[in-house]
T-cell receptor
Framework: GAVVSQHPSWVICKSGTSVKIECRSL??????MFWYRQFPKQSLMLMAT?????????EQGVEKDKFLINHASLTLSTLTVTSAHPEDSSFYIC?????????????FGEGSRLTVL | GQNIDQPTEMTATEGAIVQINCTYQ??????LFWYQQHAGEAPTFLSY??LDGLEEKGRFSSFLSRSKGYSYLLLKELQMKDSASYLC??????????WGAGTKLIIKP
């Protein structure tokens, strides 16, 4: 199947710093990518839908100024956690769907575990 | 509102069969997905059902009844490596995925 690569896999940062997470579709084009966060023993929570060339659509309760999403190309979306705090520590996962296919399989990145000290 | 229900946790024995149920109420329906997620890892795709009936794929099978808003994932010949969380997700009329909370499957020797 298609491959989605996420980087970095692990990141530890100090409180107040910003962290960027990249999500790349390696062998297909993705007009839409999704960003999730997952707390321990809980299900995925959709944070935002990232659309290539336009602004991301954020879910209710997700601060768009806190979690900056940029989808500059058909193969790359980035999530920047700005001024990170310990409560932002979580597992962040991206997923992508093949361009032009609305009802198809979602391919997931490996996930990025963020720890804010 | 939209809702996906699946059991929180199930336990089964190595070599046995287990069925994980999922019921849903969503705004429209464009398919139901099952994903497997090992602790600390991203989900991996298992199956996709959009028509009623059973889809078999090796040791895993998935069933869908749209009229009942019901699906199940059947795992046969259980192996220890099948210990994981199994996530049920429904795609609604806006092609958005609605996720269940996941079922943690514990396999005992």
């Amino acid at each position: 199947g298609a491959v989605v690569s996420q980087h970095p896999s692990w990141v530890i940062c100090k409180s107040g710093t910003s962290v960027k997470i990249e999500c790349r579709s390696l062998d297909f084009q993705a007009t839409t990518m999704f960003w999730y966060r997952q707390f321990p023993k809980q299900s995925l929570m959709l944070m935002a839908t990232s659309n290539e060339g336009s602004k991301a659509t954020y879910e209710q309760g997700v601060e768009k100024d806190k979690f900056l999403i940029n989808h500059a190309s058909l193969t790359l979306s980035t999530l920047t956690v700005t001024s990170a705090h310990p409560e932002d520590s979580s597992f962040y996962i991206c997923s992508a769907r093949v361009a032009g296919v609305d009802a198809g399989e979602l391919f997931f990145g490996e996930g990025s575990r963020l720890t804010v000290l | 509102g939209q809702n996906i229900d699946q059991p929180t946790e199930m336990t089964a024995t190595e070599g046995a069969i287990v069925q994980i149920n999922c019921t849903y109420q969503t705004s429209g329906f464009n398919g139901l997905f099952w994903y497997q997620q090992h602790a600390g890892e991203a989900p991996t795709f298992l199956s996709y059902n959009v028509l009623d009936g059973l889809e078999e794929k090796g040791r895993f099978s998935s069933f869908l009844s749209r009229s009942k808003g019901y699906s199940y994932l059947l795992l046969k010949e259980l192996q220890m490596k099948d210990s994981a969380s199994y996530l049920c997700a429904v795609m609604d009329s806006n092609y958005q995925l609605i996720w269940g909370a996941g079922t943690k499957l514990i396999i005992k020797p």
